[in-house]
């Protein structure tokens, strides 16, 4: 089964640019979220699709944060326009939909793009 | 709000026995995970607690305290590709509800 599919790698960038990140999730797996790690802490969540609806966007900076999952499959992420403090790795995950009852409902991480803005 | 505490930093000998903690404060309770990621990678599952007690799985294992608010995630026979960052995370109430991690602990093996 191929994992979390997610592009580019790497990115760097100069402040006040724009950026894109693509990911493709687990198929059959509906639930899609995008995080953000900074270096040395752990990732926040900044967006969670159900299929191509948003369920929580409440921490995406929506001034400069945009992301779209239009036909339920495959998500990207723009930041328009970028500042320093977006160098982060973004982490891509999938899950998915819970059944009845308890699930751990594991999510399933993609390699992360490392953004770094100069 | 939510709020996820586990240690910054430790360091443990190969073959040994490390405990690595993490106390939690949510807002309801519906899991809690251990992921493992090596620098520049991924996170990887290694555990889910949902319910009281002891999940034991190869060297690895796991506790939970709902009551307390407390884990535990227990390594074994430690090995050096053991050293990664090992991020504690918490579900709260729901179904899907997105995973709030800590800022992990970073699990330096030296022989």
């Known amino acids: 089964e191929a994992g979390v599919a997610q592009s580019p790698r790497y990115k760097i960038i100069e402040k006040r640019q724009s950026v894109a990140f693509w990911c493709n999730p687990i198929?059959?797996?509906?639930?899609l979220y995008w995080y953000q790690q900074i270096l040395g802490q752990g990732p926040k969540l900044l967006i969670q699709?159900?299929?191509?609806?948003?369920?929580?966007d409440s921490q995406l900076p929506k001034d400069r944060f945009s992301a779209e999952r239009l036909k339920g499959v495959d998500s990207t992420l723009k930041i328009q326009p970028a500042k320093l403090e977006d160098s982060a790795v973004y982490l891509c995950?999938?899950?998915?939909?819970?059944?009845?009852?308890?699930?751990?409902?594991?999510?399933?991480f993609g390699p992360g793009t490392r953004l770094t803005v100069l | 709000g939510q709020n996820i505490d586990q240690p910054t930093e430790m360091t443990a000998t190969e073959g040994a026995i490390v405990q690595i903690n993490c106390t939690y404060q949510?807002?309801?309770?519906?899991?809690l995970f251990w992921y493992q990621q090596h620098a520049g990678e991924a996170p990887t599952f290694l555990s889910y607690?949902?319910?009281?007690g002891l999940e034991e799985k190869g060297r690895f294992s796991s506790f939970l305290s709902r009551s307390k608010g407390y884990s535990y995630l227990l390594l074994k026979e430690l090995q050096m590709k053991d050293s990664a960052s090992y991020l504690c995370?918490?579900?709260?109430?729901?179904?899907?509800?997105?995973?709030?991690f800590g800022k992990g602990t970073r699990l330096s093996v030296i022989a």
């Open positions: 607690n949902v319910l009281d």
């Open positions: 995950a999938s899950s998915l939909e819970g059944l009845a009852g308890w699930t751990n409902n594991e999510q399933f």
């Open positions: 699709f159900q299929n191509n609806g948003v369920v929580d």
């Open positions: 198929s059959g797996h509906a639930t």
């Open positions: 995370a918490v579900r709260a109430q729901g179904r899907n509800t997105p995973l709030v």
């Open positions: 949510t807002s309801g309770f519906n899991g």
